[in-house]
């Protein structure tokens, strides 16, 4: 959920990106990264510090707007694998962009922030906590300095998993989430949350940028104030600032606004770029979690609100648990979540989803299926670079006639020298 005069202006009844262009973008590797679109891919790659496999897939689908029908994607995700050429260092972001120039938002960050990441490898490897913050207040420095994009009502939110060894490291802003699904003794899969959505419902971010002189008001709030204050009548704040339930399970939840004006309308408080929106407490700096993997840990999942407005997280979890494949996985989420839109609205947000599978590389099978996988992306990473038009095809998807989707693993090539152990 964005701003008010990005893709989350209409109205939506209840709580709960872009086309990508491989040639254009910048990654932290010093070979240019190949993303494959062929729906049949599955992507894997080994942790071999702590004997594990990841098996993963992403799918991403624009967003159905019957008013503008050619309007872009403005999600974006990225899958890096071995940082820093360590093979242990895994990287897994999703990017839902939001305003006039949320697309080029979102693009920025997706590829600069691999960049400034592995720009410093020591503190990296040391304190990745300590990385991502400084990557995040990095990349929204440079995104406001950027002459070709106006961030200032535009921006993107991110949720970014970097797998070190064993760990996961999770920094979030703004409402996209991860979860991971936990094998209980009874055979049943839990979620975990692995982040926090920022916002104004969470009452310590409120809190926060109400100290920073944002107001918190529903949109038909804002609006009454301001027809309120046409007709000379006092709306008390106190009256104004109150949000019920049932205003935010009929599509407006609460947002962020200047004391004396209808902008930004922000309904997250947390997020890349919205240099406007910074006067008021919108900031860059993400929420970090550390969790270790454990055996019981099958899977993650990353994934914009356009899964997560209609889908709790559980029921995610439910969804993935149900698939040995996450490339179905994917492909069954994103299905739900489009018609359970197209069920409550006239529309539907953008929508991708990151599925990342989680196996003990020692089991029988765990290898073989990783050669394999391996030796078919060789064949058609040499298919594209064999002929390069087929990688301006991004939105060659499930199902293929529809533009909108792309459906793909992002960026498996080695990084420079940094190595560590």
């Known amino acids: 959920m964005g701003c008010v005069n990005g893709k989350c202006c209409l109205r939506r009844r209840y709580r709960g990106s872009h086309s990508q262009n491989p040639s254009s973008s910048r990654h932290a590797n010093s070979s240019r990264c190949q993303i494959i679109t062929d729906p049949t891919t599955l992507g894997s790659t080994l942790v071999p510090s702590h004997g594990l496999l990841l098996q993963y897939s992403a799918l991403s689908h624009r967003g159905h707007y019957p008013d503008s029908p050619d309007r872009e994607n403005q999600d974006s995700f990225i899958i890096t694998t071995e940082l820093l050429s360590n093979p242990n260092l895994h990287l897994f972001g999703v990017f839902d962009g939001h305003g006039a120039f949320g697309t080029e938002c979102a693009r920025f960050v997706r590829d600069r922030l691999p960049e400034v990441l592995c720009s410093d490898s020591v503190t990296l490897i040391a304190d990745p906590a300590k990385a991502f913050h400084e990557a995040f207040l990095t990349v929204n420095s440079e995104l406001h300095a950027n002459p070709d994009i106006d961030d200032s009502m535009s921006g993107t939110t991110a949720i970014v998993v970097l797998v070190y060894g064993d760990m996961l490291y999770v920094a979030n802003v703004g409402d996209s989430r991860a979860v991971a699904g936990v094998l209980c003794g009874d055979d049943s899969v839990k979620v975990e949350d692995l982040s926090s959505d920022q916002t104004p419902f969470r009452e310590d971010e409120k809190e926060r940028v109400q100290k920073c002189g944002a107001r918190v ?38 947002r962020l606004w200047v004391r004396d004006g209808m902008y930004p309308g922000t309904a997250f408080t947390r997020s890349v770029g919205d240099l406007t929106a910074e006067g008021i407490g919108v900031v860059a700096d993400p929420e970090v979690r550390a969790i270790r993997i454990s055996p019981s840990h099958i899977f993650f999942a990353l994934a914009s609100d356009g899964v997560f407005e209609f889908l709790s997280s559980q029921g995610v979890v439910d969804m993935v648990s149900k698939f040995s494949d996450p490339r179905e996985a994917c492909t069954e989420i994103v299905s739900e979540s489009y018609r359970l839109w197209l069920e409550h609205e006239s529309r539907t947000d953008d929508i991708t989803i990151i599925v990342v599978h989680i196996q003990d590389s020692s089991e029988s099978g765990s290898l073989e299926s990783h050669q394999v996988i391996q030796t078919k992306i060789k064949d058609e990473r040499f298919a594209i670079q064999k002929h390069p038009e087929a990688s301006s095809e991004m939105n060659s998807c499930f199902p293929l006639s529809d533009p909108g989707k792309e459906h793909s693993l992002s960026c498996v090539t080695p990084s420079p020298a940094g190595t560590v152990s």
Do not use: F
């Open 217 to 254: 008001l529903t949109a038909g709030q804002v609006e009454a104030a301001a027809a309120a204050a046409i007709d000379g009548t006092h709306i008390p704040e106190t009256e104004a600032t109150e949000c019920t339930s049932s205003e935010a399970d009929e599509g407006d939840p609460p």
